[in-house]
Every structure is written in C-alpha cells, then in structure tokens.
C-alpha cells in the first residue's frame, strides 16, 4: 500500500527548503555585485599610496607609506567583513575566486608598471599622480565585472550531479 501524495503540500515543502539555500547566494550575488563603496574606497586608498610612491620619497617614507597602505586595507577588510551578513565556507571559493584575484593584481600590477615606465620622462610631481589615477582607474574597471564573474558561478557550485545527469 502506498500512501496518497499531495502534490501542493510536497511542492511547499521543497519551496521550503530551497527557499534559504537561494537567498544565501541572493545575498553573496547582491554584496559582490552592489555597494560599489567599498571598492571607491580601496580605490581611493590605492590613489594615494601609488601617488605618495611616485613622489622620490626616502627610504624610511616608502616603508612608512607601505605601512600605512597596508593598514588602511587592512582595516578596510574588517569594517567591509563585520558589515557582510553571510561568509562563505572556505569550500565555496570556486577557481574562479582565485583567478579573478590573480587577474586583478596582474592587471592593476601591469597598469602600475607600465605607467610608471611611460611616464619617468615628467616631473615626480606631476608623473605620480598621473600613475595613480591610471593604476586606480585600471582598478576600478577591472573589480566591479571580476567580482560578478567570480561568484555567479556559485549557485551551481553546490549542486552535485549523478551519474545519469540529474542534479541531486
């Protein structure tokens, strides 16, 4: 003897458990996608260090500026990390994570160098904020499509499938 299904009832409760898991990448896809805050603030700190390098500072100014770059981001990351109301398991970050980071400092890197290079016949006054807003604008229009891509790509990363192709 089987018993009798109500298909509105099971309908429900698959909508109730699916519900959740889609918001959680609902929220992951919205906070890499919107809020361009805290890039334009990453950009703005990355404005400044590159344009305070270019400027033929001492030794002891390099370092000191490096460390205050590295503080600023640092603290950056803890206020954007402590505003974020979902973190991802370690084993959500796809390939893609990783590739989109790697291009992103290959791409802000390269602006950066080849700037520089283009720009050693002018005044360090005037060729160093001139190597910022390149290496920043390079950067600003690198992130916003690189965050996109990187995490569209976690809906299906949870997703197993058997072996006749069905999604289980």
């Known amino acids: 003897m089987s018993t009798p299904v109500d298909a509105e009832q099971a309908w429900r409760d698959l909508q109730r458990i699916r519900v959740p ?77 990783f590739a989109a980071f790697a291009a992103g400092a290959l791409v802000t890197g390269g602006t950066s160098v080849l700037s520089g290079h283009l720009l050693d016949s002018l005044e360090p006054v005037y060729a160093g904020p001139l190597r910022a807003t390149a290496t920043t604008t390079a950067f600003l229009l690198f992130i916003g499509p690189a965050n996109r891509w990187a995490t569209g790509s976690l809906r299906g990363h949870g997703a197993r499938t058997a072996p006749g192709g069905a999604v289980r």
């Open 21 to 97: 898991q889609e918001r959680v990448y609902d929220e992951i896809e919205r906070g890499a996608s919107g809020g361009p805050g805290a890039a334009y603030a990453t950009a703005a700190v990355m404005w400044v260090f590159v344009a305070c390098t270019g400027l033929d500072l001492p030794r002891w100014g390099v370092w000191l500026a490096l460390v205050a770059y590295i503080a600023l981001l640092g603290a950056l990351a803890v206020a954007h990390g402590r505003r974020t109301r979902l973190q991802l398991h370690r084993s959500r970050y796809t390939w893609r994570t």
